[in-house]
């Protein structure tokens, strides 16, 4: 179980819960189509808040964690917060979320997942006579429910609403400040672009590449780092990277060189498409996990593909992210409020989508053809021409990562043909809450404030 009353997470991530007494904190939640159930007891001081990404156990999940479905884990909630103090009738809901995952016309039972998670809290709340003092669900941007530890209030706001003074003329790049900022960006190590090729290319094998990419001493190291950071939580020193390999496996290793090297190029981002400090990289690094959970669910694709494709489908941003400082309030409006589908208003603001500009930096970078018609058509997969299922694989990763993962970056994508999207690889309509059932549990441990 998930429960964090030991170790305070906040803000709380998917699937988890956090119960505490009074203390001078906000507990904060950032939720798409995911669901925030607040509870507290102001006259014994106890409250606490679950964030829950699932209206019930879908049959497939591999996590068995209670605490991301409504069904399993809101009583589950609802129990330890009165074991710690809480009674009944003293207690006070504050419900948000469960925003809709596609444009009205689209909707259908299927796919209004957070309208059914909603529905299940409901009833929860109701059957144990639990007053809710407000609820704001729905909706079709994302928000932040927050509960304060010391007066007991809690409220729902829109995600990284862009204060007044962030007003600012907007800059439009010429097509010849684009070329200069894309040759002036940091190219990455040569032998991360061959362990790229290497891995794109199905006959080369995994521990030819972890050959390759340990001849960098700086990934190498980096690696370590990793290793033996409070992340993985290992008791015995990792000193070299043969070593790491005995411990982890080539795979894993492999996908930390991946990402470690990657982790600056994404990192050096002004507030453009970042809510939050790390949050490109963030959300390169978690499509990259779903990327690679969806290929071995299909099996039509090699894991450790999907996962390069998954890290590199916005290279893109870094470069618009230099412009997007300034248009960063009318950004947020349209794509967080006026649901604009990103590309499109990126294409108004800049006059080219970062689509277009990831496709001319990855012909400069010499990466392979498979992983370029990801970067220029993840987010219409049906344009795809070279690699149309990796493409597809990546575009539904992408949707489960934005939808869920709220809070680390500005996305907007369109799901105006997901049934059809989703059929090209495999999967049914019916089979979405099974899907982002899927995603990695380590995904929610990364640190991401
Ligand atoms: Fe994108
Ligand atoms: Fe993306």
Redesign the pocket.
């Known amino acids: 179980m998930n429960a964090g009353t030991n170790h305070m997470k906040n803000p709380v991530p998917p699937g988890y819960s956090v119960i505490s007494g009074r203390s001078n904190q906000t507990l904060n939640a950032y939720l798409g189509t995911c669901v925030g159930v607040a509870l507290c007891d102001h006259k014994a001081d106890v409250g606490g808040l679950i964030h829950i990404i699932l209206p019930e156990p879908t049959g497939n999940n591999s996590q068995e964690n209670p605490e991301n479905y409504a069904a399993t884990g809101l009583p589950i909630f609802i129990d330890s917060i009165m074991r710690k103090g809480a009674a009944r009738e003293r207690l006070e809901a504050t419900v948000a979320g469960g925003a809709l995952v596609g444009p009205l016309s689209e909707l259908d039972m299927e796919l209004d997942i957070g309208g059914k998670t909603i529905d299940i809290v409901e009833k929860i709340l109701d059957a144990q006579k639990i007053h809710i003092k407000s609820m704001e669900t729905g909706g079709l941007f994302s928000c932040k429910l927050g509960l304060n530890l010391f007066n007991w209030e809690s409220r729902i706001d829109p995600i990284g609403m862009p204060s007044a003074d962030d007003e600012r003329e907007l800059e439009r790049p010429s097509r010849d400040q684009l070329a200069k900022t894309i040759e002036n960006i940091r190219a990455v190590p040569q032998v991360l672009l061959k362990a790229i090729r290497m891995i794109q290319d199905e006959k080369s094998d995994i521990s030819a590449v972890a050959r390759e990419m340990r001849q960098d001493q700086v990934i190498c190291s980096r690696v370590l780092r990793i290793c033996n950071s409070a992340y993985f939580g290992r008791k015995i020193a990792v000193d070299s990277i043969d070593r790491a390999l005995i411990l982890m496996g080539e795979r894993q290793v492999l996908r930390l060189m991946l990402s470690s090297a990657f982790e600056d190029f994404f990192s050096k981002n002004a507030r453009g498409y970042s809510l939050c400090k790390g949050g490109l990289f963030y959300?390169?690094a978690g499509?990259a996990m779903i990327c690679e959970r969806l290929a071995g669910l299909t099996g039509i694709i090699a894991p450790d593909r999907a996962y390069t494709a998954g890290l590199l489908?916005?290279i893109g941003?870094v470069v618009l992210d230099q412009y997007t400082g300034n248009a960063f309030p009318f950004f947020y409006r349209r794509t967080q409020i006026e649901g604009d589908e990103l590309t499109a208003v990126e294409r108004d603001v800049f006059g080219v989508s970062h689509d277009e500009v990831g496709e001319m930096l990855a012909r400069q970078w010499g990466l392979p053809d498979s992983i370029t018609d990801v970067i220029r058509h993840?987010h219409y997969p049906e344009n795809a021409s070279v690699s149309v299922e990796l493409v597809h694989l990546v575009y539904l990763a992408?949707l489960i990562?934005?939808r869920v993962m709220v809070g680390q970056?500005l996305?907007r994508?369109d799901t105006s043909s997901l049934a059809s999207r989703l059929e090209r690889i495999g999967f049914r309509k019916d089979q979405f809450a099974g899907l982002i059932d899927n995603i990695p549990s380590n995904l929610f441990d990364v640190q991401y404030h």
């Open positions: 959300h390169a499509t489908h916005d941003k993840h992408d990562m934005s970056e996305e994508i």
